[in-house]
């Protein structure tokens, strides 16, 4: 078992192969976990007041069972299959015909796809363990933040944890740079927050996104923030722009940061090290 896991002919596929069931879970996590945190507020909120918890069915990641949202049908195991069962429904619900957001196949694919490079890009080990478990919190994290503008701290802060613990072995960078890292991501974003704030009286991001480049820094260590912060700010003001341009995106509409902040964490991850070099060299 070990020779044929250590083989990249079968081990990539293998991952490619978990990556695409992982997202098919991913799309739940997405749509759920917002509402999952909705309904806490809401008990608490009642709480509160000293009023009795409102009444709900029970709603977790594992149930209700998965249903389509315009007529109710269960979603059975044959039309749960990532991506297949997309194609063979023709992207429609078999039981009332109502279009399937193509988000679904979308996030399968796309985490199909990463998990399957993190395995050739690592090979067999801890390191692409690692790798996989901070690839999809960042998958997660960008989804939902692009739907709801929140980042869970469900997710960011086991993750900023995680990273602790995998540095312990120097997985990714050693222990003091994955420490100065968390701390130096969440207390950079921290002050620019305050700063712009101080500055506009608005707030320019939320306490998320602090989290969360605190993680980056935990896993990836402090010398990849850099490069981080600058791939973040400039996808994030390109993509702004040409929402307010092209998209007619209101100037007062707030844009999530997050998913920029998980796609500059993905590219670090991969070669993060080998950009920094590189620029290093062509100084």
Same mark, same amino acid.
């Given at each position: 078992?070990?020779?044929?896991?250590?083989?990249?002919?079968?081990?990539?596929?293998?991952?490619?192969?978990?990556?695409?069931?992982?997202?098919?879970?991913?799309?739940?996590?997405?749509?759920?976990?917002?509402?999952?945190?909705?309904?806490?507020?809401?008990?608490?909120?009642?709480?509160?007041?000293?009023?009795?918890?409102?009444?709900?069915?029970?709603?977790?990641?594992?149930?209700?069972?998965?249903?389509?949202?315009?007529?109710?049908?269960?979603?059975?195991?044959?039309?749960?299959?990532?991506?297949?069962?997309? &194609?063979?429904?023709?992207?429609?619900?078999?039981?009332?015909?109502?279009?399937?957001?193509?988000?679904?196949?979308?996030?399968?694919?796309?985490?199909?796809?990463?998990?399957?490079?993190?395995?050739?890009?690592?090979?067999?080990?801890?390191?692409?363990?690692?790798?996989?478990?901070?690839?999809?919190?960042?998958?997660?994290?960008?989804?939902?933040?692009?739907?709801?503008?929140? &980042?869970?701290?469900?997710?960011?802060?086991?993750?900023?944890?995680?990273?602790?613990?995998?540095?312990?072995?120097?997985?990714?960078?050693?222990?003091?740079?994955?420490?100065?890292?968390?701390?130096?991501?969440?207390?950079?974003?921290?002050?620019?927050?305050?700063?712009?704030?101080?500055?506009?009286?608005?707030?320019?991001?939320?306490?998320?996104?602090?989290?969360?480049?605190?993680?980056?820094?935990?896993?990836?260590?402090?010398?990849?923030?850099?490069?981080?912060?600058?791939?973040?700010?400039?996808?994030?003001?390109?993509?702004?722009?040409?929402?307010?341009?092209?998209?007619?995106?209101?100037?007062?509409?707030?844009?999530?940061?997050?998913?920029?902040?998980?796609?500059?964490?993905?590219?670090?991850?991969?070669?993060?090290?080998?950009?920094?070099?590189?620029?290093?060299?062509?100084?």
């Amino acid at each position: 078992m070990s020779e044929l896991l250590s083989d990249p002919v079968a081990f990539v596929p293998l991952v490619t192969l978990l990556g695409l069931f992982v997202g098919s879970f991913l799309n739940v996590v997405i749509h759920r976990l917002p509402r999952m945190m909705e309904r806490e507020w809401l008990v608490q909120a009642a709480e509160m007041r000293g009023e009795p918890a409102p009444e709900s069915e029970r709603f977790n990641l594992a149930a209700p069972r998965s249903r389509c949202p315009h007529c109710g049908h269960l979603i059975s195991a044959l039309e749960n299959i990532p991506v297949v069962s997309y &194609l063979f429904l023709r992207g429609r619900c078999g039981h009332c015909s109502a279009p399937i957001s193509r988000r679904y196949p979308m996030v399968e694919m796309l985490t199909a796809v990463l998990s399957g490079y993190a395995a050739w890009h690592f090979g067999f080990g801890l390191a692409v363990a690692g790798a996989l478990i901070f690839l999809w919190a960042m998958i997660a994290l960008a989804f939902i933040d692009l739907d709801t503008q929140l &980042l869970p701290d469900d997710i960011t802060l086991p993750l900023l944890w995680l990273g602790l613990v995998f540095n312990l072995a120097g997985v990714y960078t050693d222990l003091p740079s994955a420490v100065v890292g968390a701390m130096a991501g969440y207390l950079t974003l921290w002050s620019i927050f305050w700063l712009f704030k101080l500055a506009t009286g608005k707030e320019g991001m939320g306490y998320g996104d602090f989290k969360l480049l605190g993680a980056i820094g935990a896993w990836l260590g402090w010398q990849t923030l850099p490069l981080t912060i600058l791939l973040s700010s400039v996808v994030g003001a390109v993509v702004g722009i040409s929402l307010i341009a092209f998209a007619r995106h209101g100037r007062n509409v707030p844009i999530p940061f997050g998913p920029y902040l998980a796609t500059a964490g993905i590219i670090a991850l991969f070669w993060g090290e080998a950009i920094t070099q590189r620029y290093l060299g062509a100084l």
